[in-house]
């Protein structure tokens, strides 16, 4: 099988990390992957256009070869009041007990949240980033075309057959087929989050059989036999998330890669809205259980996911994994602390 | 990779036709499968002991070759006489709308079930079924002790990983694992059915490793791509469902068969107690859209399984798949409707 997609991007093993936000994907980690043949890639979503530009330099400076960044589509999203207050009513028994004063929290509307997408897809631009992929939805089409005509390489995120025709018809280059298995947040954009929960089995022949541009398969997958699966069933490439997580280079918490790794249970992941108003999934804790009975009223995405980072931040400088975000995949039992390098030559490496 | 489970099994393919209970195994289904080299399988979950004799003597008296059967595990539950009133009164108006008289429902008590259970196993023993494996939880000891000691080749069915431990420490000789991929109901009996939707690309490796059993694959499988995924992952074997129920020789409903067929969409298939009171994947209608919100407060299997009865009749009889139940995997565009032997060489066949 001639593999189109390594050869577009130039990479030499069908492995890409994924683009995991939130300070996870350091330079370090995005130069380490690409360096050993596979495709590092920053989590752009919730950076401004400057830390962008910063992120994308140190990258180049450390690498010459193709590297990737993420970005996640702004869909609008209104500012309720009484939504807000009620979601800071129920957050703030977790402020007081972290010793946390609740303050003000300052939000960005919609309109301000697309001019810094747009802010960071012109840094793109000009800094010829080799791969741009997008998640929470397509871009516009004009965001398409002048990253295509600048050379990038575009990749939508979709989580049914539907969702990967849709990016297909918008003239994307290729698809991440993101599994039900998936860590982190949830990528569907046309179908409901409880549609969008299909495992790869199941997804990825379907598209393949649909969709022409390259398909790369993303969830669960941790080792080898995962890699080989999903090119099994018509794969191009896989994109491993939690897998990368806990490897030397990255950013994530060192709670975040112990609660990861010291996992010996593989049904302790969950859904949850809690964090930032969009289902992900994360490792169940105090927090993601005590917020249950009022996800379904929370703020919507990126508003709660602001009213929630004084407890996030209080609860990494306090050590208390029960009230951080711990995104996961289904398959945290196969983590290692391992450097990128060495993971990237165990996903490829003959027996 | 030598294949204990195919030895142990004495049949060529590593395939296995999903015990689907409710008429849709039909002998000759069965037969076809065994005759192709695969194991065709008797989903005898709602039969009682003389059926399952006869369906068992028809089956030998058509081949030669080995093949199995499938129990549910009965659980305690209880007849809640105000509870089945309320459910009573939410199908109501689907009986009147299917001009079918609610009548009385007669349910059998959990001793009993557990009677017809045991009585089916002695059928089992009696008859020297080469297979039989078990859904909704573990047998007891004693029944494992002596299906084993008659020479009967033991299965259980796990949705997680310490289910799969269960089965292997409760002595059985091989285990299913269902992903959240299935059609159908969900097997989990630890776990609870949230933490039970694991996919088969994460939930494969991590329980291959830990487990020395042999390992079958169940969920969202229809053809070569999934069967050879499923062997990458460590899988010994694979158990398809939805694809053997469009199948010629299957005894399912033209309607069900029609419902899969037509699939073009992917994320049609939907979770549902509203037909049995247990946790099931199958294509959205109206009865699982109208039956939501009550879905929560429904009495527990089998009992809202033999309230729905008439239902299901009387939908079947009216040509009206908006009530029956459209057990499906989230793979349904796949589906072919042609003979078992065709399926069985497709899935084995080299390119």
Redesign the interface.
Known sequence: MTNRLLKALSISHPIIQAPMAGGITTAELVIAVSEAGGLGMIGAGYLEAESTRRQIQEIKAGTNKPFGINLFVPSPYKEEKDVIHRAQLSLKPFLEKLGSLSGENAFNSYEQTLEIFLEQVKVIIEEQVPVCSFTFGMPSSDVIHFLKQAGTYTIGTAT???EALAIEAAGMDAVVLQ???AGGHRGHFL?GV??????????I???V??VNIPVI?A?????R??V???Q???AQAAQLGTAFLTCTESGANTLHKQAILEGQ???KT?LTKAFSGKAARGIENDFIRNMRKVEQELPEFPIQNTLTKPIRSAAAQNNDRNMMSLWC???P??AEPITAKQLVHKLVDEE
Chains 1, 2 share one sequence.
């Open positions: 049914t057959l539907s599994g039900s298995e179908a409880e549609q969008s929960m299909i495992g790869l089995m199941a997804l022949p379907q598209t059989d649909q398969a969830g669960g997958i941790m080792d036999r995962g080989q699966a999903a099994c069933l018509g249970q593989e049904d969950t995949g289904q398959n039992n196969l």
